[in-house]
């Protein structure tokens, strides 16, 4: 059996072969990163809780610290919460309430508090939950988001948020000093049962497979294209 490869079509089709398959390797290799972090993940939030401050001093990087379950003492300003846009489980739209903590000598937390219905967004409405006083929160520590363009941009002249931007909340809250992370209270309830905290989805895209089969497809494909050509253009023949 003699070969008479087709010179242009062959290197067209080892460079995009050699693209494909590159572009299916490097999807498997994320996959495999997205893996390890949603088991890293799911184990510290397994976690016993562990104070804020301290947690903090224990990393050089607190995005290895995200969704750690955290405690963090101070007693709130309802007088300055800002609200993120959020649909509940099942679809309803709201508001989760993030709150300024004040602790004595130590940074401010920006606190999630929870949930609350669109009907519910003037604290006024939620009297009840406005708890004075010394306060012990604990929940997932939360890192500052950046824009995204499925996400509509924030607008603080209407006090409405669509992700944490820490740098342009802690001004509108007229925080000076506060710690670069957010703390989502969990399910302890509150009196009146708003905010309603404990309503933290995690959840991360993980494509990776699909995508990795997609390359892998599409290489196959091209070469059983080279493939048929030359059997059609009788480039194999018997000696």
Do not use: C
């Not at 649909?87 to 508090?113: C, F, H, M, W």
């Not at 669109?118 to 929940?139: C, Y």
């Not at 302890?188 to 309603?196: A, F, I, V």
């Amino acid at each position: 059996m003699s070969f008479r490869p087709s010179p242009y079509l062959t290197l067209f089709t080892i460079i995009s072969l050699a693209i494909l398959v590159s572009l299916g390797t490097w999807q498997m290799n994320r996959l495999s990163w997205k893996e390890a972090l949603i088991e890293q993940v799911n184990a510290r939030t397994k976690l016993p809780p562990q104070a804020l401050d301290r947690l903090l001093l224990k990393s050089s990087t607190a995005m290895e610290l995200e969704y750690s379950v955290v405690t963090v003492s101070g007693v709130f300003d309802h007088n300055r919460e800002a609200h993120l846009y959020r649909l509940k489980a099942g679809g309803s739209p709201g508001y989760n309430i993030i709150t300024v903590l004040q602790r004595e000598g130590l940074p401010d937390v920006l606190v999630n508090r929870g949930y609350v219905p669109l009907t519910k967004k003037d604290p006024a409405t939620r009297a009840e939950g406005q708890v004075s006083g010394p306060v012990s929160v604990t929940g997932l520590l939360r890192l500052p988001q950046n824009a995204t363009s499925f996400l509509p941009a924030n607008n603080p002249d209407a006090n409405e948020w669509y992700f944490y931007d820490f740098e342009s909340i802690r001004p509108f809250l007229a925080v000076d000093d506060a710690l670069p992370v957010f703390v989502e209270a969990d399910a302890t309830p509150n009196p009146g049962g708003l905010p309603e905290g404990g309503l933290t989805r995690i959840e991360f895209k993980n494509d990776h497979l699909g995508y990795a089969i997609t390359w892998y497809g599409l290489a196959a494909a091209l070469f059983a294209v080279y493939i048929a050509y030359h059997l059609k253009t009788r480039r194999f023949s018997s000696r």
